[in-house]
């Protein structure tokens, strides 16, 4: 009984109600329907760069874990009085939908689960499914329409769009202009007698992809770490560039210079 569902640049992920998170590649191979356990009743799911959330309607709280799965805290922060249904990230919040009628509205904590409110926009109509950009958030609940707010609550418009009865809500993001930023994290020494020698580097962001080159040459597609090998004597500019899901590339490529000997 999946439920909740989010996508990143690399795979799916979803919500069981028997108490699990599953996760499957792109291409729907690879399918893991325990990839994160110790959830209860999940129903919705968001994720960003770092981790994955999930409301827990069963124990009226929020779950979080590693985007790898590691490091799971299945109670993050409780959301008492309310029930969580659908779950949103974005804005350096956690946002959630509570379909308890005694207290239903949104409610907002940060990330790492700190300062819980559950009244943050309170006196709603039985929310549950939520959505958040870079500049609003969008619910809806019982038979109404898509409602929408400003990131800090304000400016509520409940007939934003007109729906009879929706249940799912999605929005895009805004296009991702920012360039990642390259480093090298393992460089030879200054000064070597070896003639292979290997270089270690990362990106800013998850998932980007690298192109390096030797002493100003074609630049090739590469992973880290790259062995550089068959180095004549004197000196070498080793330089790698990431470049992220959205296609930006970096603009300042990292360098490491060395000196055969």
């Known amino acids: 009984m999946p439920r909740g569902l989010a996508v990143d640049s690399k795979h799916i992920y979803w919500t069981n109600n028997t108490g699990t998170i599953g996760r499957a590649n792109l291409d729907g191979t690879g399918v893991n329907q325990n ?70 509205g949104i409610g907002r904590a940060g990330l790492d689960g700190s300062n819980p409110d559950p009244t943050f926009i309170p006196d709603l109509s039985d929310p549950y499914g939520i959505a958040v950009d870079r500049s609003h958030i969008y619910w809806l609940g019982g038979s109404g329409p ?68 030797l002493d100003g040459s074609i630049w090739r597609p590469c992973r880290s770490p790259k062995k550089l090998k068959n180095l004549e004597p004197g000196k070498h500019a080793f330089q790698v560039r990431a470049t992220d899901a959205a296609g930006n590339t970096d603009p300042t490529p990292a360098k490491a210079r060395f000196k055969v000997v």
């Open 35 to 104: 990839f994160i356990t110790g959830a209860t009743q999940p129903y919705g799911l968001a994720i960003d760069d770092k981790h994955i959330y999930w409301a827990n309607y069963g124990t009226d709280s929020i779950g979080r874990a590693n985007i790898d799965g590691t490091g799971a805290t299945p109670m993050l922060f409780s959301t008492a009085p309310g029930t969580p249904q659908g779950v949103a990230v974005g804005a350096g919040h956690v946002y959630w939908a509570d379909y308890q009628q005694t207290v239903s």
């Open 146 to 213: 898509v409602s929408r707010a400003n990131l800090d609550g304000s400016a509520i418009d409940s007939d934003f769009i007109t729906a009879d009865s929706p249940w799912g809500v999605a929005v895009d993001p805004l296009p991702d202009r920012k360039s990642p930023k390259t480093r090298i994290t393992k460089a030879p020494r200054r000064k070597t007698k070896k003639e292979t020698v290997r270089v270690a580097f990362k990106s800013s962001e998850r998932g980007a992809s690298f192109k390096c080159r």
